[in-house]
């Protein structure tokens, strides 16, 4: 769990590692869509970065299948940032993102949550799971199932551990792993299937869980520039999230740096 302590070290780090930059390089911009269950470790990222560069980072957080379509509508992104393959192997087949660009940048783990003052604790998850008999009579809060990374993991988990069945009349499903934590931390249902860094963020869950290797497909987030943007900051903003800096940032909110960092 990061709590005030850590949110403090994250803080002295990001004053370290960067140097301020004259004002008037602060016009400068990149847009960036972003998995929602990235949102803590990417905003210390791009607070980084615009204080090493002068840029400033607009980001957009929401699923990563939503984000796929804003951005095959049209939508003004530079960078996007998925939690899965899916959606960037789709945006490249369609030649709506640079593939020369691309790079699977970070890996996470797909976790069971309860809230924090739930009776459940330290469950090995194996097959044969039963899900729905630990939901007892209440619901498991999943992202979407059909479209959103995190349920696509889920349901690939569940399947694999001959729980799915079972537990697919009871499924709460939520527009993004974001919401799907918020079903959990306010109670509203007594288990959900989150990714590690998201349980690690919010104080009123607790991880009961973890699925194991080989449960569905790793959970890796690929990076890339959005094939329309004609923004010259992008690329050094791509090489910031290849950086050393960044995967210091990264690895303390628990995602792992599936790269050599670049410098």
């Known amino acids: 769990m990061i709590r005030l302590t850590r949110r403090r070290a994250v803080a002295a780090l990001l004053a370290a590692m960067v140097p301020l930059v004259p004002a008037a390089a602060q016009d ?68 709506l993102v640079s593939a020369g660009s691309r790079v699977n940048l970070l890996g996470n783990k797909l976790v069971l949550i309860a809230p924090r ?41 569940l399947e694999a551990l001959g729980g799915w069945k079972a537990a697919e009349p009871k499924l709460a499903m939520a527009e993004n792993v974001r919401a799907t934590l918020a079903f959990v931390a306010r109670g509203e249902t007594p288990v959900g299937l989150v990714y590690e860094t998201d349980a690690r963020v919010e104080p009123k869950v607790k991880i009961v869980g973890m699925f194991p290797d080989g449960s569905h497909p790793p959970v890796i987030y690929p990076v890339a520039a959005v094939a329309a943007s004609n923004n010259a900051e992008a690329a050094r903003y791509l090489a910031f999230l290849r950086s050393a800096a960044a995967k210091t940032i990264f690895e303390t909110y628990g995602f792992s740096f599936l790269i050599k960092p670049v410098s």
């Open 117 to 157: 003052d739930s009776k459940l604790d330290k469950i090995t998850i194996a097959k044969p799971f039963d899900l729905a008999r630990l939901a007892g009579d209440g619901r498991i809060a999943v992202a979407d199932v059909k479209a959103v990374p995190a349920g696509l993991y889920a349901k690939a988990a």
């Open 28 to 95: 400068k911009s990149v847009t960036v869509f972003a998995a929602a269950s990235m949102k803590n470790a990417l905003d210390d990222a791009n607070a980084a970065f615009a204080k090493a560069t002068g840029i400033k980072v607009v980001a957009s957080y929401a699923a990563s299948s939503a984000l796929a379509r804003q951005i095959e509508s049209g939508a003004p992104a530079d960078v996007f940032v998925s939690a899965d393959l899916k959606w960037m192997d789709y945006l490249t087949e369609k030649k």
